[in-house]
T-cell receptor
Framework: NAGVMQNPRHLVRRRGQEARLRCSPMKGHSHVYWYRQLPEEGLKFMVYLQKENIIDESGMPKERFSAEFPKEGPSILRIQQVVRGDSAAYFC???????????FGPGTRLTVL | KNEVEQSPQNLTAQEGEFITINCSYSVGISALHWLQQHPGGGIVSLFMLSSGKKKHGRLIATINIQEKHSSLHITASHPRDSAVYICAVNSNTGNQFYFGTGTSLTVIP
């Protein structure tokens, strides 16, 4: 039973480019969470999704960031027109229900040059 | 003020020592989580609690709902326990998930 998969593990982008981060939840999990960890800071909640629905995006920056979790395929966190301040580790977690143990992916480390 | 406060921020212990990490929170919660983040960055969920106490191997987690406080204990600490331990809570008024800033533990052989 594979764990939560994230890819790519490392992503380098130049300012103004787009970054797409993918998260495949554990089998049977329909709840996905995205978190961001800025350098030398703690984890921050970004968005909570269920299949085809955004349940809570209160932690997402208002511009340039979007997330989806389609019926088929992985969840995608998309950052348009990246800036240096977007450099961070982005973690995805999945759970079988709304309140339950969350299983974390290995993270995607985004570096914006 | 953060919704979740942890102490201490940094902790160094000798191998074999009993370790306690504390977490206080200020919001109503449906569950509290203890996470472990290793130097490589990977995050592992250690415990999810809504009441009482849980034990897994040398790790024990307790929660006092009335006092809004949780503790993580490590018995017979070992250098491989060196990591950042993070307390996080599910808010009971929405889907928010609040994190403490973490406790960096170093266990010296």
């Amino acid at each position: 039973n594979a764990g939560v998969m994230q890819n790519p593990r490392h992503l380098v982008r130049r300012r103004g480019q787009e970054a797409r981060l993918r998260c495949s939840p554990m089998k049977g999990h329909s709840h996905v969470y995205w978190y961001r960890q800025l350098p030398e800071e703690g984890l921050k909640f970004m968005v909570y999704l269920q299949k085809e629905n955004i349940i809570d995006e209160s932690g997402m920056p208002k511009e340039r960031f979007s997330a989806e979790f389609p019926k088929e395929g992985p969840s995608i966190l998309r950052i348009q027109q990246v800036v240096r301040g977007d450099s961070a580790a982005y973690f995805c977690a999945s759970s079988p229900g709304m309140v339950g143990t969350q299983y974390f992916g290995p993270g995607t480390r985004l570096t914006v040059l | 003020k953060n919704e979740v406060e942890q102490s201490p921020q940094n902790l160094t212990a000798q191998e074999g020592e009993f370790i306690t990490i504390n977490c206080s929170y200020s919001v109503g919660i449906s569950a509290l989580h203890w996470l472990q983040q290793h130097p490589g960055g990977g995050i592992v969920s250690l415990f999810m609690l809504s009441s009482g106490k849980k034990k897994h191997g040398r790790l024990i987690a307790t929660i006092n709902i009335q006092e809004k406080h949780s503790s993580l204990h490590i018995t017979a600490s070992h250098p491989r326990d060196s990591a950042v331990y993070i307390c996080a809570v599910n808010s009971n008024t929405g889907n928010q998930f609040y994190f403490g800033t973490g406790t960096s533990l170093t266990v010296i052989p």
